[in-house]
């Protein structure tokens, strides 16, 4: 079951590259040097040779921080040397003159060497446990949909399992048909159930290797829909279904079953969460060249940050409820997009919610039809 | 007149609660439903069920936690209900204080041995001197142990290692339960002492009869003594 806490994306983000590559980071390194022993040259003369050594420490601790460990040292190197060259007396010799210069110089080379590879330790580090992290939230999500397939699996399962066993133990006593028949009906809809989920993984599997091809045929959009509300009959337990169709219906060129599961999707969705008696409203027509099937309930809504989530594989909008692997309007957009259509989600004015199925198909009037025939 | 034993489902699917319930009223229990883990808590605390079957996957918290939650205020013998079957969430739920660990899909003659046994565990823990199960008998208080009437000679440890699984019987005991109790809590990720002495005890126990093994390994999990009626 997926934790209250939310659903979040299966495949984690790919890891971030480094933020230079390993050539460019030499690269910057030289010219980081470079472009400061032009500056120290230009302000050695208001402070002295000996601060020169510092802005050369700070330069090497700020290519701790953006560079790796290889570069760092190089720059520790460089500005060593530049500094030894260039600003120490004797000028453009390596050699050193006074004791206390020396003593600089060796502390500054050991210090920089140290600075550069303890800033670069602790990047990789950082590095290192945020892969660490990341292996494990996706370690933790494949867990989590693992315990939640199962879960659909076992569950209807179960049922039939015990029902069958107390169906066995019960049936010499024939004179209670009342349990008899309590036990079969329990068997028959444990068995719809796990039919609807195994359906769902099969038609995501299917859409995911993109092997869903829309067998598309003329197809009477009333049949279409009024087929679709069959099939959810028992989901909508009664609630009225509003059908605004407008008049002269045109046949439209869809697959029909993927079309109908997409509808049958929609409805069972509406059921879900209309309030009270509220109706249920499906609208369609032919507008601008799409075909337009809406479906609009008066539930409470979506939350607008949700608007497109909701149509993510595995993602269900009240995880705390029961039921369900959170892939019923994945697949129906999966179908509707085979056909090169849009599934859309929004609110509507007065509350609830509204999908909206939109097909770039051929349509034809239904007696041009009849009168090829 | 006999009171009825009162059994407690802890479970958010509707049809698992309705089917277990005909189960155990076909059981001679009286049966209370909750749906989720504080539901499930309150009507413990109301009811003081006989024992509770408790789903791990509620929806408003973990059965894990319901349980150790539970266990900070009750015995009450639970029987773990889950479609979660690997040994790691088993350990974890036995360690938890669950009495005993069944896994959706079930076997409803096995689930009601279980609620059976785990009733049972108040009846050794008042104290019987002597235990007997098919051909095993063991003598607390002569610290004897006699198989089909032949006493067997025992070391202390593998005494001790019996006596748990005895006091146990028919109850899955995990292995660090085991090595807590006979070795004490240092001993408690030493696994292969566990191995040694229950291959000692089984040779002592089994060898001489045909009869199937008394001591039944739950792989993953700890050892389990059969008492031959569950």
Do not use: D, H, M
């Given at each position: 079951m997926l934790e209250p806490s939310g659903p979040r994306p299966i495949y984690p983000p790919p890891a971030e590259a480094p933020i230079f590559a390993p050539l460019r980071q030499y690269l910057i390194a030289f010219s980081g040097v470079a472009a400061l022993t032009i500056f120290c040259w230009l302000v050695t003369p208001l402070?002295?040779?000996?601060?020169i050594s510092l802005i050369f420490l700070l330069g090497v601790l700020l290519a701790g921080m953006i560079l790796s460990r290889g570069p760092v040292l190089l720059t520790a190197a460089l500005s060593a040397l530049s500094w030894n060259f260039l600003?120490?007396?004797?000028?453009?010799?390596l050699h050193i003159e006074k004791v206390e210069d020396a003593l600089t110089f060796a502390t500054y080379f050991i210090i920089a060497l140290t600075v550069g590879s303890l800033t670069a330790q602790l990047k990789e580090r950082e590095h290192l446990s945020a892969q660490v992290q990341l292996a494990q939230e996706s370690e933790r999500l494949r867990k989590t949909l693992l315990d939640c397939v199962s879960h659909e699996l076992k569950t209807p399962l179960a049922a039939i399992g015990a029902a069958s066993q107390e169906l066995v133990r019960a049936a010499p006593n024939v004179q209670n048909t009342a349990i008899l028949r309590q036990l079969a009906t329990e068997i028959q809809d444990a068995s719809r159930r796990l039919n609807r989920v195994v359906n769902n993984l099969l038609d995501m599997n299917r859409l995911e290797s993109g092997v869903v091809r829309p067998k598309q045929e003329w197809c009477d959009l009333r049949e279409l829909l009024e087929s679709a509300l069959e099939i959810e009959r028992e989901s909508l337990n009664g609630r009225e279904v509003r059908l605004d169709l407008s008049a002269n219906l045109p046949l439209a060129l869809v697959d029909h079953t993927l079309i109908e599961q997409a509808i049958a999707t929609l409805l069972a969705n509406a059921a879900n969460h209309a309030t009270g008696r509220s109706p249920i409203e499906i609208d369609a027509g032919y507008f601008d060249d799409r075909l337009l099937i809406s479906v609009s309930d008066r539930?409470?809504?979506?939350?607008p940050e949700l608007i497109e989530r909701i149509f993510e594989k595995f993602y269900r909008a009240d995880a705390r409820k029961s039921g369900g692997l959170g892939l019923g309007l994945s697949i129906a957009r999966g179908f509707v997009e085979a056909h090169g259509g849009t599934l859309t989600a929004e609110n509507r004015d007065g509350g609830g919610a509204r999908f909206t199925i939109s097909l770039p198909v051929p349509v034809r009037d239904a007696s041009t039809i009849e009168s090829h025939a | 007149m006999k009171l009825k034993r009162t059994a407690l489902i802890v479970d958010d699917e509707k049809q698992i609660r309705r089917l277990l319930r005909l189960a155990l009223e076909g059981a001679d229990h009286q049966v209370f439903e909750a749906e989720t883990g504080q539901a499930g808590l309150s009507e413990i605390a109301y009811r003081r069920p006989d024992v509770v079957l408790l789903d791990l996957g509620l929806p408003d918290m973990d059965g894990l936690k319901v349980l150790k939650h539970l266990r900070e205020w009750s015995d009450v013998p639970v029987l773990i209900l889950s479609v979660r079957d690997e040994p790691d969430e088993k350990v974890a739920a036995l360690d938890a204080g669950a009495d005993d660990y069944v896994t959706k899909p079930f076997d409803t003659a096995e689930l009601l041995a279980r609620v059976r046994v785990a009733q049972r565990r108040s009846l050794t823990e008042t104290g019987e001197p002597v235990f007997q199960a098919g051909p095993l008998c063991v003598d607390f208080a002569a610290r004897q142990v006699k198989l089909a009437g032949v006493e067997i000679k025992l070391t202390p440890t593998e005494y001790s290692l019996l006596r748990v699984l005895v006091q146990n019987a028919g109850k899955v005991v995990t292995h660090r339960q085991l090595l807590r109790t006979?070795?004490?809590?240092?001993?408690?990720?030493?696994a292969q002492y566990l191995r040694v002495y229950v291959t000692h005890l089984r040779k002592k126990l089994e060898g001489t009869t045909d009869a199937p093994s008394l001591i039944k390994t739950e792989v993953g999990i700890g050892y389990r003594l059969s008492t031959g009626n569950e």
């Open positions: 402070v002295g040779y000996g601060a600003f120490i007396p004797p000028r453009f010799t539930g409470p809504g979506l939350k | 006979v070795w004490g809590e240092k001993a408690e990720s030493q």
